[in-house]
């Protein structure tokens, strides 16, 4: 029998879930986990739903296309690990978390390989046979530097997540639009305070009583992505903004972390600029 995760986005209207029931029951399908949500602001209705059975993939997203005259976003996916490229600069703590994980077999991953514009992580990266693609960015424009990148990106023809693994150069939009809702970022503070560079020290100077980490997808504006992903640590006035950085940094890799596993489960609907997880 074939498993399959049902991901529906619609405008909020009766009988929605009664419809798409309706077909899972008729087609023989066994409901193994749904879970349901209505953004009652803007009226639209959304459901993750895992159902087992023996029917095929097209042919169920042929009959859920069916289920209502208005805009519906359907999508019918087979489980299956997702290849993902991380792409990263000189520091290995969330590149490093991540590898270990996939290493565990914690991840449903294939991790075709990491790119980088400095080559200090390399060795790190080939103790896990993954291919590892040095790409300088000196004497390169921005927009010759990505275009060496996305050459590489080029060869993955179902890359399903690029993961910024503290990737620390921005994007140009056409890059972004390239991978839209398909690149992860980490960013080393609790969105949407202290962007940019240096947030440690900034909320060190600020004299903040928690510090956090926040996983988003990346958009043409620098760090306001649909934030996927958020978590926090309480802390005193006895810390430096050094201790606050190595504490942040445990806090950057689990909350990367949960934000890729949330992707290869296929969990995170889009709404506008914020994300439903389901």
């Known amino acids: 029998m074939s498993q399959y995760r049902v991901l529906i986005d619609a405008p909020d209207k009766k009988g929605l879930v009664y419809n798409i029931s309706s077909i899972f029951y008729h087609n023989d399908l066994n409901i193994l986990s749904n879970q349901e949500f209505v953004d009652n602001e803007h009226g639209k209705f959304f459901m993750r739903s895992v159902v087992e059975g023996d029917i095929d993939q097209s042919e169920l997203l042929k009959k859920l296309n069916n289920i209502s005259s208005d805009t519906v976003n359907i999508k019918v996916i087979a489980p299956r690990k997702k290849d993902i490229v991380i792409m990263v600069t000189k520091e290995s703590h969330a590149l490093g978390d991540i590898l270990m994980r996939y290493e565990a077999g914690e991840l449903d991953i294939n991790i075709v390989g990491v790119i980088s514009n400095y080559n200090n992580l390399q060795n790190l990266v080939k103790k896990f046979n993954i291919r590892?693609?040095?790409?300088?960015?000196?004497?390169?424009?921005?927009?010759?530097?990505?275009?060496k990148i996305l050459e590489i990106l080029s060869q993955y023809q179902q890359l399903d997540y690029i993961v910024l693994a503290k990737y620390m150069r921005i994007l140009t939009s056409n890059?972004?639009?390239?991978?839209?809702?398909?690149?992860?970022n980490i960013h080393h503070s609790f969105l949407p305070a202290f962007i940019g560079a240096n947030p440690y020290k900034q909320a060190y100077e600020r004299g903040v009583k928690i510090i956090g980490a926040t996983a988003h997808f990346v958009n043409e504006v620098l760090d306001n992505g649909p934030i996927i992903a958020q978590d926090v640590k309480h802390i005193d006035h006895a810390l430096t903004w050094m201790d606050m950085q190595r504490f942040g940094r445990d806090i950057e890799k689990v909350v990367l972390s949960r934000a890729l596993s949330l992707a290869i489960e296929d969990k995170i609907f889009v709404n506008a600029n914020k994300t439903v997880i389901l």
């Open 175 to 184: 890059f972004i639009e390239s991978y839209h809702n398909k690149i992860i």
């Open 132 to 147: 590892f693609y040095h790409v300088s960015h000196e004497n390169l424009t921005r927009e010759a530097h990505e275009a």
